[in-house]
């Protein structure tokens, strides 16, 4: 794919706007809610569940670089929610945001993963869903 901005196939300039995250110096604006029911975590390297998760991060592509991540293992029972939200201004009238991000959803115990966001009227909107196993690949 081109201009993902991830600094992989083009110039700092091309993509100067974007806003890179790669928790590599902790949660770069992201919070914990509080209206879950556990939390998100930062990791490195594999996760502690054999079978599951990535053995690395997508960002460094190595074992030392973090992300973040659920363990929808026991003690979590379906439907428990864990929350990361983070604040972006509005957009300019006439433009849009543009979200991208990488997902690695590895385990038969996998879940779901919801993108949302407030529209001005503060109603959550929700631009997408992933449920279940897609394998052992970001």
């Given at each position: 794919?081109?201009?993902?901005?991830?600094?992989?196939?083009e110039?700092?300039?091309?993509?100067?706007?974007?806003?890179?995250?790669?928790?590599?110096?902790?949660?770069?604006?992201?919070?914990?809610?509080?209206?879950?029911?556990f939390?998100?975590?930062?990791h490195q390297g594999?996760?502690?569940t054999?079978?599951?998760?990535?053995?690395q991060?997508?960002?460094?592509?190595?074992?030392?670089g973090?992300?973040?991540?659920?363990?929808?293992s026991?003690p979590?029972?379906?439907?428990?929610?864990?929350?990361?939200?983070?604040?972006?201004?509005?957009?300019?009238?006439?433009?849009?945001?543009?979200?991208?991000?990488?997902?690695?959803?590895?385990?038969?115990?996998?879940?779901?993963?919801?993108?949302?966001?407030?529209?001005?009227?503060?109603?959550?909107?929700t631009?997408?869903?992933?449920?279940?196993?897609?394998?052992?690949?970001w």
């Open positions: 794919q081109t201009d993902c901005c991830d600094g992989s196939d110039s700092d300039y091309t993509c100067y706007k974007y806003k890179r995250i790669d928790f590599e110096q902790g949660l770069d604006g992201f919070i914990q809610l509080t209206n879950d029911n939390n998100w975590t930062r594999p996760t502690n054999q079978g599951t998760g990535p053995t991060d997508h960002t460094t592509d190595s074992a030392v973090y992300y973040m991540y659920i363990e929808s026991p979590q029972v379906t439907r428990d929610k864990a929350r990361l939200a983070y604040n972006l201004p509005a957009p300019l009238p006439g433009t849009k945001c543009q979200m991208r991000y990488w997902f690695h959803m590895y385990g038969s115990m996998s879940g779901g993963l919801n993108i949302t966001s407030r529209d001005a009227s503060g109603n959550v909107v631009y997408e869903t992933i449920f279940l196993d897609h394998g052992d690949r």
